[in-house]
């Protein structure tokens, strides 16, 4: 019941004893009774503190008037509080809300940046095949068709973007809600913003692409092929080199055999060791900041944040586990000398090939739904499909096939170790050309990599005593 606070002190008694028809003018506080004379004197004679009904209904009157004062001091507090939370978990949605709307229309803004790039080789194209001299629109096709290979290598890498992926923005509900009746004081958050991303198709065939599809099966002819030695860069590592990669934004990984991972910047200079513990053979860039390494010894595969220099995750594999390659959200890695294993992200066996092979399967590339493997001893490269099935074998003139590498035509680079060359072989491994040999300065070349989405990358000797940039072309 409320009870308003400008009631008159001295309460008029109007009800009246149903028993004796007197005014209830007392109060009996022992039976919790209003009561009239005569029931005073007849039932209540022996009770003590008899007082006056008004004085209980004053005194009443007064300590609810406190308690109704405590309770919505209590509901102020609470409705700011929640007031607090609501403003913050809407502050909170809306920065992550910009934050996403800033990246998708950055990303629409790159795509249609590479959508007129089309537009304009497209227009490009129909000039030089009609109002050119055929040497000239060999040269402009030739031209035009790079471009289109770095179009097609950018469309294809964002099957692993992040930021082709559907977000939808949800409110992961606190747990503490459900305690709110005694805990509401102390709640500091009504929720957790969280993006939800989903995989979705892309359509990455364009009317340009499939026009310039015979022309480029035409131009990339491993003949117009050359290899050019830019600079030597000394990086006095000094141990045996087992493996090397360009990561996406230009560094470069060398790692030892059987030992450290060198992190070096993109002009040769050596950063720092990654603190992964263990002796290292084969590596991989996964994301932009995630890379991982095989480890013989310990049959193992471990994922590397390179961000956090933390390892998060381990794969243990039953056999000695060497080469490794990424692609299409997979892991190739060459297992022993007879098995090259396909695993997801969290360490499952996708595919199991099982392959002949006279050395250990130290290099490897997994690209297409293929995998190009060096046989050093067997003097040979091979190439087999997901299901183990060979596609060719090339064992032309090799003498200590080791590292491998593929240009955006899909032709494989090899460094032939023992015979100082670097070697291409065409796609259908039926063709080879030799690109660079000792007498241009290459000594021992065991690495090579190309920088991302570049025809430019690094050769790693043995003895990983220098970086050999080259620059490859196709006139």
Not at 37 to 64: F, G, Q
Not at 310 to 339: M, P, R, W
Not at 416 to 422: E, G
Request: charged share 30%; glycine share 4%; proline share 2%.
């Amino acid at each position: 019941m409320d009870i308003k606070s400008d009631k008159p002190s001295n309460l008029e008694i109007k009800m009246e004893c149903d028993k004796h028809k007197q005014p209830l003018s007392l109060y009996c506080p022992s039976h919790l009774m209003p009561s009239c004379d005569e029931c005073i004197s007849i039932s209540h004679s022996k009770c003590n503190e008899i007082t006056s009904l008004a004085s209980v209904v004053d005194k009443t009157k007064i300590e609810n008037s406190k308690e109704s004062k405590s309770i919505n001091e209590i509901r102020k507090e609470i409705n700011k509080h929640l007031d607090h939370l609501e403003e913050k978990l809407c502050q909170e949605t809306d920065i992550i809300w910009n934050q996403e709307r800033s990246k998708a229309t950055d990303f629409i803004s790159e795509i249609e940046g590479k959508r007129e790039n089309l537009k304009e080789m497209k227009e490009h194209l129909q000039t030089v095949t009609t109002n050119t001299s055929k040497l000239q629109s060999f040269l402009g096709v030739h031209k035009i068709e790079q471009q289109v290979h770095q179009c097609q290598r950018y469309i294809e890498d964002l099957e692993d973007d992040e930021r082709t992926k559907e977000v939808d923005i949800k409110m992961k509900r606190n747990g503490e809600m459900e305690n709110i009746l005694s805990k509401l004081v102390s709640l500091e958050s009504l929720g957790e913003v969280i993006v939800d991303k989903t995989e979705i198709n892309l359509n990455k065939e364009s009317s340009l692409r499939r026009k310039a599809q015979v022309k480029s099966q035409e131009q990339s002819n491993i003949n117009n092929m050359t290899m050019n030695i830019e600079t030597k860069i000394k990086i006095n590592i000094r141990k045996h080199i087992s493996d090397m990669i360009c990561l996406i934004d230009g560094r470069v990984i060398v790692v030892e055999m059987y030992g450290k991972v060198n992190l070096l910047s993109s002009d040769g200079k050596l950063q720092k060791q990654l603190s992964i513990p263990g002796d290292a053979w084969g590596v991989t860039q996964i994301n932009e900041d995630t890379i991982a390494i095989t480890y013989p010894e310990e049959l193992a595969i471990k994922i590397f944040n390179m961000e956090n220099e933390t390892v998060t995750k381990v794969f243990q594999i039953e056999k000695l586990c060497y080469g490794l390659s990424f692609s299409n959200n997979s892991l190739a890695v060459g297992l022993n000398n007879d098995e090259i294993r396909i695993i997801d992200l969290e360490g499952n066996t996708l595919k199991s090939i099982q392959v002949q092979s006279e050395s250990y399967l130290n290099h490897l590339v997994y690209c297409d739904k293929r995998v190009i493997y060096s046989d050093l001893t067997g003097k040979a490269v091979y190439c087999v499909d997901e299901s183990g099935k060979q596609i060719w074998q090339y064992k032309q003139d090799l003498t200590g096939p080791r590292g491998l590498c593929i240009d955006t035509y899909g032709n494989i680079i090899v460094t032939d170790y023992k015979s100082h060359r670097i070697i291409v072989i065409s796609k259908d491994g039926q063709d080879s050309k030799v690109l660079i040999s000792k007498e241009d300065g290459l000594e021992y070349p065991k690495c090579i990599c190309f920088k991302h989405n570049e025809s430019s990358g690094f050769i790693c000797d043995y003895n990983g005593t220098y970086l050999t940039k080259f620059n490859l072309s196709c006139e």
